[in-house]
Structure formats: structure tokens, C-alpha cells
């Protein structure tokens, strides 16, 4: 199996900003899609932001413009450059991995985003 470890969490001021890593080990494999996740307790988890490994990218609307995802297919690795940091962005940020062509889904154990004063 895919294994993905997040970091890069932690607390931080509002309007202030976190950068979160996503390492995939092993091979990866064409066709996949790498996204960020969050969940706060008693809300749904919901779509942050996703990238192909093509480059295409796809943002929930509360993040963009603040929020930018990238990936560096070399390293397995994708971002997510988090600005203007809100108390609501505060959740554990999941990372994952899916293919389209072999229904396959990975996640990672989640960091945890704090945005507080």
C-alpha cells in the first residue's frame, strides 16, 4: 500500500500561514490525483484542495485566493501553502492520494492546523 506522512502543522495567528507537507513512499504511479482534506470536529470533511499530476488543480471556495497546492512529482511530495489563516481554517488536514483508472484511495494520518490568537 501507498503510505503518505503529513507535516508541517501547528499553530498559528490568524491572517498568519502554514506550509503542509505530504511525502508518498514507494513508486508512484501516472493518473493519480493528490488533494488535501480537512475535518474539524462535528463538521463534515470536506475538499480543501487538489492536484493532478499533471498540474491541474481544483480549490474549495472558502480557500481561494488564500491557499495554493502544489506537488513535486520527483519527491512524491504535494504542499499546501496556506494564507491568510482564519480561526475557521482550524482542523486536522488529511493528505490523499487516488487513482482514477484502479479506484485505489490512500490517506495520511492528518496534521493538525490551529489558527487561534
Known amino acids: 500500500q501507498v503510505q503518505l506522512v503529513e507535516s508541517g502543522g501547528g499553530l498559528v495567528q490568524p491572517g498568519g500561514s502554514l506550509r503542509l507537507s505530504c511525502a508518498a513512499s514507494g513508486r508512484i504511479f501516472s493518473n493519480n490525483v493528490m488533494g488535501w482534506y480537512r475535518q474539524a470536529p462535528g463538521k463534515q470533511r470536506e475538499l480543501v484542495a487538489s492536484?493532478?499530476?499533471?498540474?491541474?488543480?481544483n480549490y474549495a471556495d472558502s480557500v481561494k485566493g488564500r491557499f495554493t497546492i502544489s506537488r513535486d512529482n520527483a519527491k512524491n511530495t504535494v504542499y499546501l501553502q496556506m494564507n491568510s489563516l482564519k480561526p475557521e481554517d482550524t482542523a486536522v488536514y488529511l493528505c490523499?492520494?487516488?487513482?482514477?483508472?484502479?479506484?485505489?484511495?490512500?490517506w495520511g494520518q492528518g496534521t493538525q492546523v490551529t489558527v487561534s490568537s
Open positions: 490523499n492520494l487516488a487513482y482514477w483508472e484502479y479506484s485505489a484511495t490512500y
Open positions: 492536484i493532478t499530476d499533471r498540474g491541474n488543480t
